[in-house]
């Protein structure tokens, strides 16, 4: 194709690195937006969808992975949520030469939610000695916010990767 170039390693490290250190701040809790009393929703998933539509599933899920430490170590304490946040950028990357970059990050999240949904339920019940229905509870009101977060940061994400395509600062490139 006439429009795309391949970038070279140094260039997709680099979009790594800085989408991971992106999804860690984003994680913290004051950058979060309130969309209901106790809810808010936070942007981390923006730089992975981000990462993974300009450079590929590879990228992606190394953006994912890094990008979730803060969060699973610090803000949720649920180390599950590295493994989610990587599937989430790898399945982003395989969906974005096939579907606009919305319906790749909403089809990602389709396919991420099972993981969340067992790695929580394990989380809340096993380690924490939480009883199932309220494990349940607590997972649903999850899912809810988890599934806002998704469409928002796919919103946006489209909207980005078309500007960044439309005046041509960046162009999306192959990854192997």
Do not use: C
Request: aromatic share 10%.
């Amino acid at each position: 194709m006439g429009g795309l170039r391949m970038a070279t390693r140094t260039q997709v490290l680099t979009l790594v690195a800085l989408m991971a250190a992106l999804a860690n701040v984003l994680s913290v809790p004051p950058i979060a937006v309130p969309i209901a009393p106790g809810i808010t929703v936070h942007f981390t998933q923006l730089p992975i969808y981000l990462a993974a539509l300009l450079a590929g599933p590879f990228a992606g899920l190394i953006t994912g992975a890094v990008g979730a430490l803060y969060m699973s170590f610090f803000t949720a304490r649920i180390p599950f949520i590295i493994g989610g946040l990587a599937i989430l950028g790898f399945v982003t990357g395989v969906l974005r030469k096939r579907y606009r970059p919305f319906i790749a990050g909403v089809l990602a999240w389709v396919v991420q939610a099972p993981y969340v949904v067992v790695t929580d339920f394990v989380w809340f019940t096993v380690v924490n000695h939480m009883p199932a229905e309220g494990a349940w509870a607590l997972i649903l009101q999850l899912m809810i916010v988890l599934t806002i977060e998704a469409v928002i940061g796919s919103a946006l994400a489209q909207i980005i990767v078309s500007y960044l395509s439309r005046v041509r600062i960046i162009q999306q490139i192959s990854s192997k």
